[in-house]
């Protein structure tokens, strides 16, 4: 019974088309992340919705669009393909309150642009 | 600005014995730090927190310590076994708003049979 799910698992494409990857989770949890994880394996914030609302937008270009249409799910699409947006995007949710903080995070997308 | 180091990109040790991984960090205000652990095509998995309250924090075979003078944590997994090989991430946030985690660059841990 997977908590967070992410579709699609790999993702090629060339340069310049719009992408988009969905997540969606199961665990009731009122606040979800995406995170990227470039080439140097860096895993890097991007975005955070808690209720549907964006409450964090860590300087990512403008051609990074995510959606939640409710709070089971967050969608990130991507305008304008580059070279550089190659990297794994990983989604995760959190409970606010928890006691261990930890994020539960989904399986990853592996995109590559060519 | 690499708020989360782990300098070690990898460790390799021998099965029963003990795996210390390292971590520091630059910023101040972190008042909770996470380890993660995770495996090939898989996403992470949580495997122990600390507040920064507290410098130790016990489950199982994972123990981790925090000097906050230091600016230092270190995850200490013993005895350590096979299954145990895999990356490591050390992760931070920050008290107030939003939980976003700061991530380590991981360490590549293999336990050797």
Known sequence: ?114 | DQQVKQNSPSLSVQEGRISILNCDYTNSMFDYFLWYKKYPAEGPTFLISISSIKDKNEDGRFTVFLNKSAKHLSLHIVPSQPGDSAVYFCAASQRGGAQKLVFGQGTRLTINP
């Not at chain 1, 494409?13 to 606040?31: F, P, R, V, W, Y």
């Not at chain 1, 991007?46 to 967050?74: C, G, Q, W």
Request: glycine share 6%; proline share 5%; net charge neutral.
């Open chain 1, 1 to 114: 019974d997977t908590a967070v799910s992410q579709t699609p698992k790999y993702l090629v494409t060339q340069m310049g088309n719009d992408k988009s990857i969905k997540c969606e989770q199961n665990l009731g949890h009122d606040t979800m992340y995406w995170y990227k994880q470039d080439s140097k394996k860096f895993l890097k914030i991007m975005f955070s919705y808690n209720n549907k609302e964006l409450i964090i937008n860590e300087t990512v270009p403008n051609r990074f669009s995510p959606k939640s249409p409710d709070k089971a799910h967050l969608n990130l699409h991507i305008n304008s393909l580059e070279l550089g947006d190659s990297a794994v995007y990983f989604c995760a949710s959190s409970l606010p309150g928890l006691a261990t903080h930890e994020q539960f995070f989904g399986p990853g997308t592996r995109l590559t642009v060519l």
